[in-house]
């Protein structure tokens, strides 16, 4: 069944009724809310905090400022005089410990200096344990909590592609209730992980189910909506996913104990079980699959709920047209040319087109999450800073929509991204002033959840329909490679701490540049062909390319011929937060292409 067919479907049964709205309001929200808690929580798990060499001999002293100062020697980091986290003077402390009060200055300024003997003492008046804590994941140690993330990243790409296999064979039902499985059991675990090993092997688990939990509701939601619906659904999922970074901001706050994390932010997804039976299997995948009886029953089941009654043939009629559309389809596309990776880079305008809108897309993966990563570490209190980087998303999810009308795709991902960039390279000149470097931070936080609502949609709007999914999957992928790469670069801030932000702030500013040499796509006609993806944007001029004004005799037709587009491949918006499920974004840009284009095209193999 084509895309558009069902649309037509939807016209008849309700395209956003009661039905729709119940699964919404009942299971996208909930659902998303909370997706955050396994992709953020680690940084929580793993937190460092202060610690110095453990004397043994002096741990009868209540004074830890005295033990300080009679057994650790001063430090300069990031511009700052401090106690050394790693080191200690060799001093027979045995003597020391009877006579403390009476050593003088000398005494330590003559005594070597060593690595620290017996462990270390850890200040425990922020976290009760973390994993850094409990299995001394400092020193020379200290990049097993950076690997840790970087593994988290590495699980969901592996996931990604074994997700999207379920997908096609199961349906989004099943899949989703099987990856919902696996996370509650590896998030559950990993609270009962007895060394390092074995909790980043349950990491790489639970990274491994991260983007099929976040992405099937949403998707199950858009595939169920009419295509005015769409951009609904995609605001309220995006302000539902930034309202669950918020939240997990709270409960890090209340719970201390790494362990009683790990347990808290897996329960919520153990509730997500009840849905297995209100929860309906797309219709659009059951038409596709041919299971015409089961997509007939959640048909009638919407028609009723929304209070549309149908004709009594109409159940009768719609399986024969399935049936005729599905042998034309066949024909259709047993002529059909395939179409591979390497048509993205045949032609010079088109691969220029790709290979920035693949490092774009790089830059916007890595910075957002690292800037999500780097909250915690900023100074200050960790967990109003990472509030704060969840609160500061919403308004652009209320101010984009209209900025991208009247400024155009192009220059407000170019604002948005200079903008954020220039904020996080301010740090550098005041990165001795606490509340200052935060407030550029979360400029630079707000730019990048702009640039990231707008870059999947501009890339949708370049690509040509033909390729479209090929270079939406493509970018994606290789932008999927920044959550692995950002927590590096995060762990070179531990000894100058603005240094990632000046990093983030130097591919943001690259990124918006870059930006200019892509055409403007509002009120454009969207490229069908690879000869029409050449020819788009081949007299773009790098400043002066202002949006294309509609006139009024074609801009009611232009707005609802990609009323789709502008709404339904922003998806990737969401799904790229953390990590981007590749075959979601393939099925929804499939199931809008027949909207946005009004052609044949060929059916989606969901």
Known sequence: MAAMDFDAILEDVGQFGRYQKMVIYLMLLPAVIPCGFHAYAQLFMGASVDHWCRVPELELV????????????MELKNGVLEYSQCKMY?????????????????????????????????????YKSTIVTE?????????????????????????NYIFGYLQDTLGRKPSFFIYLFIECIFGVATAFAQNYVIWAIYRVGVGFTVPAIMTTPYVLAIELVGPRSRTLCTILSNIAYSLGLILLAGVAYLIRDWRHLALTTTLPFICFFLYMWPMPESPRWLLARGQF????????????????????????????KYQTDKENQEIVK????????????????????????????FTNTSVYVGLSYYAPILGGDEFLNFFLAGIVELPTYLFLWPAMERLGRRWTLCMSMVVGGVACLTTFLVQHEAYITLALYCVGKMGISSSFVVLPLMASELYPTVVRGLGMSLSSVLGMLGPIFIPLVNYLGSDI????LIIMGALLIAGGIASLLLPETLNQHLPQTLEDGE????????????????TLVNKGKKRSERRACNSSNACTALCSCQMVNVSLIDKVTAVVDKDCEKVEFIKTKC
Not at 497 to 500: H, I, K
């Open 535 to 550: 020819k788009m944007g081949l007299d773009t001029d790098f400043c002066c390319n202002p949006p294309v004004r509609d």
């Open 497 to 500: 701490m603005v240094l990632p």
């Open 90 to 126: 060799n001093l027979n402390y045995s003597d020391i410990a009877k006579n403390y009060q009476s050593l003088g200055d000398a005494v330590r300024e003559s005594a070597d200096i060593v690595s620290c003997k017996h462990g270390w003492t850890y200040d425990r008046e922020i």
């Open 334 to 361: 047993s002529k059909t040319r395939k179409y591979g990776i390497l048509d993205l880079f045949r032609t010079p305008n088109l691969r220029k087109k790709t290979i920035i809108i693949t490092f774009i897309w």
């Open 293 to 320: 009886d089961e997509a007939e029953a959640i048909l009638k089941k919407m028609a009723r709920i929304n209070g549309k009654p149908l004709p009594a043939n109409y159940m009768v009629s719609l399986h024969r």
């Open 135 to 159: 299995w001394d994941l400092v020193c020379d140690r200290d990049f097993f909590p950076t690997l840790g993330l970087v593994l988290l990243a590495v699980g969901g790409i592996i996931g």
């Open 62 to 73: 209540d004074d830890q400022g005295i033990v300080k100062n009679l057994s650790i020697p």
